[in-house]
């Protein structure tokens, strides 16, 4: 039986085939010798804020050393949103290997094609906002709590539990460090809010309306933004991220003891990003290279290359790449391609170009120098060139010589978002006022235009 449409999973995850009315793959015993996978994801974790990725501040010692001899994909992003809450596509993408514009696939999931090859699987995470319904045929699916400890000790139970009986495919995915930023006092303690410097895309709030103003993540602090309380977020934030570094150093410690660590593939992201004052955003409903689709992406341990690329990269690619990593089938009729060939130095890049997009308000494309975003509710395009601005501080749209750049990134765009299933309008009959300001902060989305024909 094929799957409902991806869009119905995302609105409700109640709503998806259960595991046994699910495509099964055929099982077979582990071929011998198969790796141990281990998945930690953070939740809304930013693409660099991991001390192994360069971050000056925030503190991650456990992650640090892990990854220290791992390859890092500098520019992996989640494809897109049809939800204020992003991570509920992005974990929806990652189990599918599907981009979520598209309906009535029919693929194996993630946890069935681990469970085909073999392994002993655990899930142990946040359930709220999470495809519950994909993630049951993991022999373990459970919820640990609202921190992650609670979590980690899932997961070191099930190592003692299965170590060397069978491979272990152990998915971690606690609730840090999504707001409200949960950590241990020995954590905060760590970060003085006067000590954080903002970003130097730091805005009082964003100078246009982008479709998504007022939506919760953004009413998290008030408008305009000040020095004060983006530095307290900020510092409650890194804190979280320690706190998550040190229960991901819980689990690998069990790896060791059970003499699993050698023969074990790590694999470290986030699944989505945020915003925390740039552009005057405080939130993951944007498509800003430091906003809500550009992640971390790192992989490490048996047979890992030290190394790092700036290839354009999705999240959910980690499926097939895995799949090819530990020498596991990977199902035809993914969307997601496997970056292997990148991670092992057979190829510069598995993609020429990368579209992003949240609701039906913001679309964007990029290659390895430029980015298009376009608005189509307020009728508006911005244009940046990354080699040189990578904080988008500079919209080069409105000059005479971006003309023709312009036109060529909006036809690829045009071209591309159809490939995906995109069938949202870059242009409406009645473009809304793009004007914005904390004063009509009421939290009423205001009408959207018609779309043109």
């Not at 890992?304 to 999240?315: D, F, N, P, Q």
Request: aromatic share 8%; glycine share 8%.
């Amino acid at each position: 039986m094929k799957y409902l449409a991806l869009a119905l999973l995302l609105l409700s995850p109640l709503a998806a085939l259960s595991a046994a009315e699910a495509p099964q793959p055929a099982s077979k015993p582990a071929a011998p010798g198969k790796p141990n996978i281990v998945f930690l994801l953070a939740d809304d974790l930013r693409a660099d804020c991991l001390g192994v990725l360069g971050h000056p501040i925030v503190k991650t010692p456990q992650l640090d050393k892990l990854l220290a001899d791992g390859y890092i994909f500098r520019n992996a992003y989640v494809l897109g949103a049809n939800s204020g809450a992003v991570c509920m596509p992005s974990r929806t993408m990652i189990l599918t290997g599907q981009s979520y514009l598209r309906t009535g696939r029919d693929t194996p999931t993630l946890a069935q094609t681990i469970k085909a090859a073999g392994y002993a699987s655990i899930r142990s995470g946040k359930f709220d906002n999470n495809p519950n319904r994909l993630d049951q045929p993991f022999d373990q699916h459970v919820d640990g709590g609202p921190s992650a400890d609670g979590n980690a000790n899932n997961i070191i139970a099930f190592i003692k539990k299965h170590a060397g009986k069978q491979p272990l495919f152990l998915y971690f995915a606690p609730h840090e460090p999504h707001d409200p930023q949960h950590a241990t006092a020995p954590f905060y303690q760590m970060y003085k809010p006067a000590d954080i410097p903002l970003p130097v895309n730091f805005l009082p709030y964003h100078p246009f309306n982008n479709g998504e103003m007022t939506i919760r993540d953004e009413q998290t602090l008030p408008w305009p933004r000040t020095k004060e309380n983006v530095a307290g977020k900020l510092a409650r934030y890194y804190a979280s991220v320690s706190y998550f570094d040190q229960q991901a150093g819980r689990i690998v410690e069990a790896l060791k003891q059970a003499g699993q660590f050698d023969n074990t593939i790590f694999i470290m992201a986030g699944d989505n990003g945020l915003s925390l004052g740039e552009h005057g955003l405080i939130g993951k409903q944007n498509l800003y290279e430091f906003g809500g689709m550009h992640v971390p992406l790192i992989f490490a341990g048996r047979g890992i290359t030290k190394g790092e690329t700036k290839a354009l990269t999705y999240l959910y690619d980690v499926y097939p790449t895995m799949c090819e990593l530990a020498s596991i089938p990977v199902p035809p009729g993914l969307d997601a391609k496997s970056a292997a060939p990148v991670l092992q130095g057979r190829q510069p890049n598995v993609r020429a170009s990368l579209f992003t997009a949240y609701q039906d308000c913001q679309r964007a494309i990029r290659d390895d120098r430029w980015k298009l975003i376009r608005y189509p509710h307020i009728d508006k395009t911005q244009l940046f060139d990354l080699q040189t601005d990578p904080h988008e501080m500079t919209d080069l749209a409105g000059k005479p010589e971006s003309a023709d750049k312009i036109k060529e990134l909006t036809e690829l765009l045009e071209k591309t978002r159809k490939d995906y299933g995109d069938t949202a309008p870059l242009h409406v009959a009645n473009p809304q006022n793009p004007a914005w300001s904390p004063e009509q902060a009421s939290g009423a989305k205001p009408k959207k235009g018609k779309t043109k024909k």
